[in-house]
């Protein structure tokens, strides 16, 4: 079911989902090229992270997403592309799908910027939903050329939401000890999971033929939970009950576009996952998607119960 490793390039590996793909590229003995813009060595923080890299075995390739030359440079090194650009990047990763092409046909499977929600089934409005659409802009000029798969969704990354139980106004680094605010009525489910673990699946998906031109969705069976039982868990870990404040729909919608950028977006996200259900409300069916915990049942990933007891 699966062929030997590929060579992979990662684009956008300085991100926050991008340095745990190109680690968990590398760890996982995959040769492994990270693009990178020379530029962004002057952020002694990113500097650091592409030593690391390095340090890794991975090797740096110097380039652009608006130089075509230097993606079609990179991407002759390499059999997988995998882009975890942000949202100010994400439409030009048409030049990546057009690099793809004059490079010939030897690449066998592109990831594009994903992680997140399924983009083709979403409930979210606002800022959220215009960010969407451009992923699903991408997947459609994937489709349309002819360029081989995968879509990787990852729902919620623990750093981001998890840590924080959601409390996407304030800034956070660890779940709160206090009062803690509640979306709708925090009975929707979500999913949660941790970043390594969402390059390890990754990695396995991009080499494995069943997830040729399909969705792979990252849904752990112990990391779908609602907001309520993500607090219940925590306050049993505590051995305190917080302050809740409920934020209804109605007032989240008049907030989120009042809100500055990018907290419209963070509420506008909190609005489709935690009121809206916007990753569970749909089944997986086999003519578009796989699971990712189904097909490889040896990764052992973290559930939502160990993540938060580091914090305790």
Sequence with gaps: MTTEKSKILVIGGTGYIGKFIVEGSAKSG????????EASLSDPAKGKMVQNFKDLGV??????????????????????VISTVGLSQLMNQLNIIS???????????????????DVDRTLATGPAKSEFAMKAEVRRAVEAEGVPYTYV???????????????????LTSPPRDKVT???DGNAKAILNKEEDIAAYTMRAADDLRTLNKTVYINPPKNIVSQNDVIALW????????????????ELLKKIPQSPHPLDL???????????GDQTWFTIEPSFGVEASQLYPDVKYTSVDEYLSQFV
């Excluded at 740096?60 to 997988?80: C, M, N, P, R, W």
């Excluded at 963070?266 to 809206?276: E, P, R, S, T, W």
């Design 59 to 80: 090797t740096i390739l110097y380039g652009d997403l608006t130089d075509k030359e230097s993606l079609v440079k990179a991407i002759q090194h390499v059999d997988v």
């Design 182 to 184: 509640i979306y709708g």
């Design 235 to 250: 306050e049993s870990k505590i051995g305190k009950t917080l302050e809740k404040t409920f934020v209804s729909e109605e």
């Design 30 to 37: 995959h040769q492994t090229f990270a693009l990178v813009r």
């Design 99 to 117: 690099a793809i092409k004059e490079s010939g046909k030897h690449i066998k499977r592109f990831l594009p910027s994903e992680f997140g929600n």
């Design 266 to 276: 963070l509420l506008a996200l909190n609005h489709a996952i935690f009121v809206k």
């Design 153 to 171: 969704i990852n729902n919620c990354f623990d750093g981001y939401f998890l840590a924080t139980l959601a409390q996407c106004e304030t800034r």
